[in-house]
Nanobody
């Protein structure tokens, strides 16, 4: 069955960095666009970043442009979200998704 398992979340100070990973299985990863979403403490779900099959193109929400980078490793069926210059408003549960299938999420807390 399809599985998406996120990891790499945690507590970080403002200005810090984290790298999230998402391990995918059970579907044709190489042919799938992949996305990161987040759910804020006020329960808003926001699209964060997307990457096309084979990494051909990427897109980002305005609020993370220049700070976050999405990438993928098709040999390992992994998708990453490198998050730099983190802000308290980046605090959220981050989800990896194909658009149809979702992982369980990983908590990111940015606080001093």
């Amino acid at each position: 069955q399809v599985q998406l398992v996120e990891s790499g979340g945690g507590l970080v100070q403002p200005g810090g960095s984290l790298r999230l990973s998402c391990a995918a299985s059970g579907f044709d990863f190489r042919r799938s666009a992949m996305h990161w979403f987040r759910q804020t403490p006020t329960n808003e779900r926001e699209g964060v970043a997307s990457i096309a099959p084979s990494g051909g193109s990427t897109s980002y929400a305005d609020f993370v442009k220049g700070r976050f980078t999405i990438s993928r490793d098709d040999l390992k069926s992994l998708v990453y979200l490198q998050m730099n210059s983190l802000k308290p408003e980046d605090t959220a549960v981050y989800f990896c998704t194909t658009g149809t299938y979702w992982g369980q999420g990983t908590q990111v807390t940015v606080s001093s």
